[in-house]
């Protein structure tokens, strides 16, 4: 039999959910010897810990882990997804107000996909809502070039295999015609690398916008783009079932302004 699992989670996980780094950021300390767990330098990451447990990063003692939190950000297109881009393009982060905590985005869109992004400072959150087995619902407008009929998008509906990979069935609405591009809603459950792309692609459409306007419950609306609105602590609680999930402030950030340049 194997060993039974040590209380607690580890060290790396409570260290980013205190908000010091990146899980990742706080494995690579530890192997630096930056971190202690009760007076005593680590150098391992495979090690669990509990409140009970006094943790230092470079000797100052971390914080006690954040409340999760969650926040909806309106994505212009031109920005890339991630903290640090190889090619020095501008990301979702260069961008955000200087007063939000450091954040994870849920999931991706692509470098000219806009629309609705949601941020979380918790791994765990982040790593729930991207599951394929929560199944929510992302829906999508989407503009294409060309001129369908309904009939066009039955092999999407059906689910199709591009470049060897399968994609399930989507929901496909041809919501009118514009010139020489037609306006869609289309809603995705798994949210594939530049899926609706490469499916349209696929059945000869050439999507040249793409504006994300749900992600499960959570609904894009009016926010503006580029601006920043946290998710009420009780919408948290309810539609993702944490008890944690509590305000760190009498009243939660409802909307924020987009720094200027």
């Given at each position: 039999?194997s060993?039974?699992?040590?209380?607690?989670?580890?060290?790396?996980?409570?260290?980013?959910?205190?908000?010091?780094?990146?899980?990742?950021?706080?494995?690579?300390?530890?192997?630096?010897?930056?971190?202690a767990?009760?007076?005593?330098?680590?150098?391992?990451?495979a090690?669990?810990?509990?409140?009970?447990?006094?943790?230092?990063?470079?000797g100052?003692?971390?914080?006690?882990?954040?409340?999760?939190?969650?926040?909806?950000?309106h994505?212009?297109?031109?920005?890339?997804?991630?903290?640090?881009?190889?090619q020095?393009?501008?990301?979702?982060?260069?961008?955000?107000?200087?007063?939000?905590?450091?954040?994870?985005?849920?999931?991706?869109?692509?470098?000219?996909?806009?629309?609705?992004?949601?941020?979380?400072?918790?791994?765990?959150?982040?790593?729930?809502m991207?599951?394929?087995?929560?199944?929510?619902?992302?829906?999508?407008?989407?503009?294409?070039?060309?001129?369908?009929?309904?009939?066009?998008?039955?092999?999407l509906?059906?689910?199709?295999?591009?470049?060897?990979?399968?994609?399930?069935?989507?929901?496909?609405?041809?919501?009118?015609?514009?010139?020489?591009?037609?306006w869609?809603?289309?809603?995705?459950?798994?949210?594939?690398?530049?899926?609706?792309?490469?499916?349209?692609?696929?059945?000869?459409?050439?999507?040249?916008?793409?504006?994300?306007?749900?992600?499960?419950?959570?609904?894009?609306g009016?926010?503006?783009?580029g601006?920043?609105?946290?998710?009420?602590?009780?919408?948290?609680?309810?539609?993702?079932?944490?008890?944690?999930?509590?305000?760190?402030?009498?009243?939660?950030?409802?909307?924020?302004?987009?720094?200027?340049?």
């Open positions: 039999m060993a039974p699992t040590p209380p607690g989670d580890r060290i790396a996980k409570v260290i980013a959910r205190a908000g010091v780094a990146s899980r990742r950021d706080a494995e690579r300390m530890i192997e630096a010897g930056r971190v767990v009760n007076g005593k330098v680590i150098d391992r990451a090690l669990n810990v509990t409140a009970a447990d006094k943790i230092t990063v470079d100052k003692p971390i914080a006690a882990p954040e409340a999760p939190r969650l926040w909806m950000y994505k212009p297109a031109g920005l890339v997804t991630t903290n640090k881009d190889e020095g393009r501008p990301t979702i982060f260069d961008k955000l107000p200087e007063d939000m905590p450091r954040v994870m985005s849920v999931g991706r869109l692509d470098l000219n996909s806009e629309g609705l992004l949601l941020l979380t400072n918790d791994g765990g959150l982040k790593r729930k991207e599951l394929p087995s929560t199944g929510w619902l992302r829906r999508y407008r989407v503009r294409v070039n060309g001129r369908p009929s309904d009939e066009t998008f039955a092999p509906r059906n689910g199709i295999e591009v470049e060897g990979q399968k994609f399930l069935p989507m929901i496909v609405t041809l919501d009118r015609q514009q010139g020489a591009n037609a869609l809603t289309v809603g995705i459950r798994e949210g594939k690398n530049r899926e609706i792309r490469r499916a349209m692609s696929d059945i000869g459409l050439t999507v040249n916008r793409l504006i994300r306007i749900s992600y499960g419950p959570f609904q894009l009016n926010l503006a783009t601006a920043v609105e946290e998710v009420r602590p009780k919408v948290v609680r309810d539609q993702l079932g944490l008890e944690g999930a509590k305000p760190d402030k009498p009243k939660p950030q409802r909307s924020r302004r987009p720094k200027r340049d």
